[in-house]
């Protein structure tokens, strides 16, 4: 069965607990999305920061069945508030902020280990104030067919996972054959 083997760097990252990314949710609002996302952030060694008014409660039954037995094994975060969770970022130039009304690609990004990768609730995105402002760091992914977006939780792991690639933290050679 074909596998991916893992670059030192992504065990030594596994190994000694450190994020390769922050995955930030503003006032996410389905359960299951977050609960996915959660997953995703244990699988992809990063951390979750949720900001402003959730749409569910933490202890939510369905949030957990979603991160299934994966919730342990998260670093999460709660933030009341953009203002606060801002004060937490040291480099501001390393935030990035997701929208299907951005103009530049989500892979013309260089990541870097430690990078913000912030995206708005599943129903509006993120304030456009907050992407005029920062439009240098608005990125989109781009959608080939007539749908209206990818679904939240599919957007964090298409981005999290094209930082890994640019990182090369994964070895992309499979092993092994077809079975």
């Not at 922050?22 to 060694?45: D, F, K, S, Y």
């Not at 203002?83 to 990541?111: C, G, I, L, M, P």
Request: one cysteine or more; a neutral charge.
């Amino acid at each position: 069965m074909p596998y991916l083997s893992l670059g030192k760097r992504f065990i030594d990252i596994l190994e000694t607990r450190k994020n390769i990314f922050r995955i930030v949710l503003v006032e996410p609002e389905i359960p299951q999305n977050t609960g996915n996302i959660g997953r995703t952030c244990v699988a992809a060694a990063s951390e979750l920061h949720l900001v402003g008014k959730l749409g569910f409660e933490i202890n939510d039954k369905n949030l957990k069945r979603a991160g299934l037995d994966y919730w342990p094994h998260l670093k999460w975060h709660q933030h009341a508030t953009l203002e606060d969770w801002y004060r937490h970022v040291e480099d501001h130039s390393r935030v990035f902020y997701y929208s299907a009304f951005a103009q530049k690609n989500y892979t013309d990004v260089q990541y870097r280990e430690g990078d913000w990768l912030v995206f708005g609730k599943e129903t509006k995105g993120l304030d456009p104030k907050i992407l005029q402002e920062n439009a240098d760091r608005a990125l989109l992914i781009p959608l080939l067919g007539p749908a209206r977006g990818l679904n939240l939780a599919t957007a964090v792991a298409v981005v999290a996972y094209e930082g890994i690639r640019q990182l090369g933290l994964v070895d992309s050679r499979f092993e092994g054959g077809l079975s």
